[in-house]
């Protein structure tokens, strides 16, 4: 089955920007089948939804929370989902993971935890007070 891996998890300056990449392997569907998403979960609290893009990468969603300093963006061509963050806040602290549900409505995009099967093992992102 495909595995997810995240990557490029580190501290960072309140205002500062980080960029997280989510590569997939091991799938024997296309990669371009699956809706993906970025989830993250802070210390104490429930994981929760940040971002998330449809198999082709054309409709894009986000929590609004990050809504306008954080970028989702999918390359199927290089099987990798990216997550630029800006404007970081303390508040972004948290580990981030993204995930992928298999689905043949190319225009479907999913915000509920439930809906993916696949899961990668996080990345710490830290943002100083």
């Known amino acids: 089955q495909m595995q997810l891996k995240e990557s490029g998890g580190g501290s960072a300056q309140p205002g500062g920007s980080l960029r997280l990449s989510c590569i997939a392997s091991?799938?024997?569907?296309?990669?371009?089948?699956?809706?993906l998403g970025w989830f993250r979960q802070a210390f104490g609290k429930e994981r929760e939804f940040v971002a998330a893009t449809t198999p082709s990468g054309s409709v894009r969603y986000y929590a609004d929370s990050v809504k306008g300093r954080f970028t989702v963006s999918r390359d199927n061509g290089e099987d990798r989902m990216d997550l630029q963050m800006d404007s970081l806040e303390p508040e972004d602290t948290a580990v981030y993971y993204c995930?992928?549900?298999?689905?043949?409505?190319?225009?479907?995009?999913?915000?509920?935890?439930?809906?993916?099967?696949?899961w990668g093992q996080g990345t710490q992102v830290t943002v100083s007070s």
């Open positions: 995930a992928a549900k298999y689905s043949l409505r190319k225009e479907n995009y999913y915000t509920s935890q439930a809906d993916y099967a696949t």
């Open positions: 091991g799938g024997s569907l296309r990669f371009s089948n699956y809706a």
